[in-house]
């Protein structure tokens, strides 16, 4: 977004870079001509370009006008998020550095009865950005999409044979700890995922 929003070439010696390949060679100098992320302007800048941008087009696009100068604004911190984001967060960091590998942290609580907001809340705690448990996740999705065709309320305890099937799914959730993935690719198994492609875009 920044490097969309130029500079006006007057004021470019304000964001001037001299810089010099060698110590005995001559600086070259070099000006910036978009807005450089981190300054301590730049998002008010962002801001005000946007509302800008839409005061001149609000004859084409009144409802972006109506976002733009009514619900947008810049938080100066969110602890929160930070704190869910650290790298010492157990959800979040799974690799074993000195194994490695990838594993999977599964912190779900067996219950006696499970209602389909449950079953949505089981999902969303599957927490793997990498797609490693695809399969698992889709096999939950598709059990949920049968919930929401059986039209199950949010609240509403699981029919019989669902909450058999998905005690048994949640039951199985433990053994993904058991899985671990290399971080590290050989050479060769390199080599094999070439060679294999190779074979498939030729025939």
């Not at 938080?75 to 990838?102: G, I, Y």
């Amino acid at each position: 977004m920044y490097r969309q929003m130029l500079i006006y070439s007057a004021e470019s010696d304000l964001l001037k870079i001299i810089w010099k390949d060698r110590e005995d060679a001559y600086p070259t100098e070099f000006r910036i001509k978009t807005v450089t992320h981190g300054t301590a302007n730049a998002l008010f800048l962002a801001i005000r370009t946007l509302k800008q941008l839409s005061l001149d087009e609000s004859s084409r696009f009144p409802l972006a006008l109506d976002v733009t100068l009514q619900d947008m604004y810049i938080c100066a911190s969110n602890d929160q998020e930070h704190k869910f984001l650290s790298t010492t967060e157990p959800s979040v960091n799974t690799r074993k550095p000195a194994e490695d590998t990838f594993s999977f942290k599964v912190s779900i609580i067996k219950k006696a009865s499970y209602a389909k907001g449950d079953v949505f809340s089981v999902i969303a705690s599957l927490y793997d950005p990498l797609g490693f448990i695809g399969p698992v996740i889709t096999k939950a999705k598709m059990f949920l999409q049968k919930l929401w065709q059986l039209k199950v309320n949010w609240d509403d305890e699981l029919p019989e044979s669902f909450a058999t099937q998905w005690t048994h799914f949640v039951g199985s959730l433990k053994f993904i700890e058991e899985l671990h993935i290399d971080r590290y690719l050989l050479a060769d198994a390199i080599k094999m995922l070439r060679k294999l492609l190779r074979e498939l875009w030729s025939t």
